[in-house]
């Protein structure tokens, strides 16, 4: 790449912060880097309410018998924790933030293929979050986040403005993902083929076809169940002619391949993290793209999974059951290759490759867990405990957020032009990675000891192993606290970066540290594959002494 | 095979297993332990050559360059076959195990199992009824017929290792063979509202000889049994044959009869202690006296006059409830005076 000495060293002094200062210039900005902080502040604050509720349910199961609040309140927070995790946060965060800021700059260009519908997707989110959080806080809901019916057709909570908060954010995702794909079908530039394309691009890409095709099967519930809830149809509960499994299917076939929406972007994070900090393009790039889009696909066939003790015939309980192992494979197939791209590398352990690690630890964990309760006789005694809970936690607060602070650490010298101390960086996320085990390893133990989920009480034999959870979400708190004060002060008056700090050659570093409100100066031409880091750079000192010691006839060995 | 399963049973105190009381439980955790074994052998095996990699290949200098190749083509099938063969054991293993759980054996001793909100109940076909506890013998498959009154419950027996959703409008089935006498749990394992916490029953697995002779008596004596109650040397008067309803058909989930034992939660409806005779201002404001008539009504139409303050959850009684039978309620609900109230049982 020939770029390089075109880029500003140091802080640029014009750049997309401070390009436009009014109240007005952000409110209305079509800049995707703009929009993409916008939806970092916001996804930042949802994460923390549903952060907050987590610990007060922690903290209520430090006691079996009631503690700081009443069996209807518990119910409640458990459903505002996990709606709020699953809608306000998991779905929206990595393609909001990250892929928002990182995919024009990946491909090469100078914006998203619809930057004003970027801006919409971005106030139909908030829209949505408001009313969700609105109809949360004024008699909503106990239903849990899966809102099966009867139950949430028949509960005296008010399930409706909540399920319209479910149907706009579901917009919003849609929305989202016709723009991305759009994007990387047409916005590439000169050079850049789909097999050179970023892994990061790849995970956006096959998110996007998720958030696509799967969204609108959400929306699509959440107008049924209020339909129902509101005004009586009898779709889904026998007392008025309705079938209680359909409702099920329908609400699994979204939110399942709707967790692949959370982990791929995550995965395509931990694949350009390792390529840079170990400075060689991951090994088997075709079989992690290929992996990504067998994730992408596959995920739509294993719904059932879900629903193998919910009265679903013996029949589709095995198909469901070999379908998901199918797509467990392809998991298994990314892990190998992210390990092994650290074979003759030049492996350095900063922050962010901190976070990769932790992601690859979270994953086989979670994943095989995940292959544990696919195993269709081991599921009758897992579903609906703690085993489950501390599954989807491992893939999902471990890999997802892992893969979430991975992209923020690694990506904040290129957003905000300064360093953070990586020391500081490391500390805390050892915090997090520590919590986040104390926590949710008992749930393990808790499962296979046959607690079941959201119980507000529980016997006497359960409490010791809540009592440790509560305690490792107090420090997984905390790490979280400390990740932000740690940013925030390098936000203030951390080091500057430079265009580089992490000298990658990912396509986004070629250009200065914050980036210009257009992106680069000139269109880019992407000769080179990303991360190929068997050429030294030219324009480095380094390029610049061999070229010399070469002329001068001395052997020089790299 | 027996053998090697009771000898690596020590796995199940490692993994905090549930006790193991039926004869599925020794299948599922013999996959079970083969799937953990194997993942942390993986994990082990990852991190160590991870850690290697890393001590080995650290970085030197800024911009080291390093080679360029790709993964030869053995590897990228390995990386396929291996995890694809595994999995797919595993799978056909369990669903081998899947099928049998879900295929009763033609002997089975059948038991209709109801959850409403948010309590247990049981019904043999020409034997008694019984609200939470569950009594079967042991070492004989029981069949368990289950369904829901109002909203998806769960029926959960851990030790058993058995879980089937209990739908509203349906009938889901299940099956067991206790292999050991005891008392086990039953969790509710749906999430179905306020109480889905306390819908806890439990498995007792008697003696053949016990069982036989239990279900005799029951048979006998149309209410719950007195070996429950332990009231075996008592007169049947009105009041105790209503202290057995309120439990077996439920009552006591809902009502205090105790208000002494602060340790229970606090209940859903009006304490039954002091209730006779006193008065009561309903929901629209009006006051009434609780009175033998009163009682009655509410059993049978509760939405009628609910009492203020209370939710509306109560569901009628009637055609569950003979008259006799709720004469014998009222008569018991006579006894609980609040200096004096009668211990119900362990409830």
Known sequence: MSTTHTVEDGFPEKHFLNQGTTFKSWATTIDHKRIALMYLVTVLFTFFLGGVFALLLRIELLTPGPGIMDAQSYNRVFSLHGIIMVFLFMIPALPGVFGNFMLPLMIGAKDVAFPKLNLATYYIYVTGAAFAIWGLWNGGVDTGWTFYAPYSTTTVTKVVPVLIGAFIVGMSSILTGVNFMTTVHTLRAPGLTWGKLPLFVWAIYGTAAVQVLATPVIGLVTLLVAAEAGFGFGLFDPARGGDPLLMQHLFWFYSHPAVYIMILPAMGVVSEVIATFSRRQVFGYKMLAGSTLGISLVGFFVWGHHLFVSGQSTFNAGVFGVLTMLVGVFTAIKVFNWVLTLYKGAIDFKTPFFYAMGFLYFIIFGGMTGIALAVVSLDIHWHDTYFVIAHFHFVMVGSVVMGFLAALHYWFPKMFGKMYSDRWGLAAGLFVFIGFNVTFVPQFLLGNMGMPRRYYQYPEVFRTLNVVSTAGAGLLGFGFFTILILLVVALVKGKVAGPNPWFSKGYEWNTSSPPDMHNFHEVPVLVDAPHAYEKVPEGTLKAEEEAKTEAEGAHHHV | ?347
């Open chain 2, 1 to 347: 095979m027996n053998e090697l399963i009771e000898s690596l049973s020590w796995m199940n105190d490692l993994l905090f297993m549930a006790e193991s009381t039926s004869t599925l439980a020794p299948k599922i955790d013999f996959l079970h332990w083969q799937v953990f074994t194997i993942t942390m052998l993986a994990f082990f095996g990852i991190a160590a050559v991870v850690i290697g990699l890393y001590i080995r290949y650290r970085r030197k200098e800024d911009h080291q360059v390093t080679e360029i190749f790709h993964p030869p083509l053995w590897m990228e099938a390995a990386f396929i076959a291996v995890p694809f063969i595994t999995f797919m054991a595993w799978f056909t293993m369990g669903f081998h195990d899947f099928v049998w759980s879900r295929t009763p054996p033609k002997d089975s001793l059948d038991v209709y199992v109801m959850g409403k909100k948010w309590m247990w109940k049981y019904s043999y076909p020409d034997g008694p009824n019984m609200v939470d506890t569950l009594r079967v013998p042991v070492g004989r498959p029981v069949r368990l017929l289950i369904t829901s009154r109002d909203v998806i419950h769960s029926f959960f027996a851990p030790t058993m290792r058995i879980k089937q959703d209990a739908l509203p409008g349906r009938y889901t089935e299940s099956w067991f063979e206790a292999t050991k006498t005891g008392t086990y749990p039953i969790f509710c394992a749906e999430y179905c509202g306020l109480n889905h916490s306390t819908m806890i029953g439990s498995i007792v697995v008697m003696p053949t000889r016990e069982y036989d002779a239990w279900m005799d008596d029951a048979k006998r004596n149309t209410y719950a049994s007195r070996v429950d109650l332990g009231m075996t040397d008592q007169q049947a008067t009105m009041a105790t044959q209503g202290a057995r309803l309120a439990l077996e058909k439920g009552c006591a989930r809902c009502h205090s009869v105790d208000e002494s034992n602060a340790s229970l939660p606090p209940t859903l409806g009006p304490s039954w202690v002091g209730l006779y005779r006193s008065e009561r201002t309903l929901a629209d404001g009006s006051k009434v006296i609780a009175d033998e008539a009163y009682l009655t009504r509410s059993m049978m139409d509760p939405m009628v006059e609910l009492v203020q303050g209370f939710p509306p959850l109560m569901p009628s009684y009637q055609g569950i409830l003979q008259s006799g039978e709720a004469a014998a309620l009222t008569e018991y609900i006579k006894t609980l005076k609040k200096d004096s109230p009668t211990k119900l049982g362990a409830r």
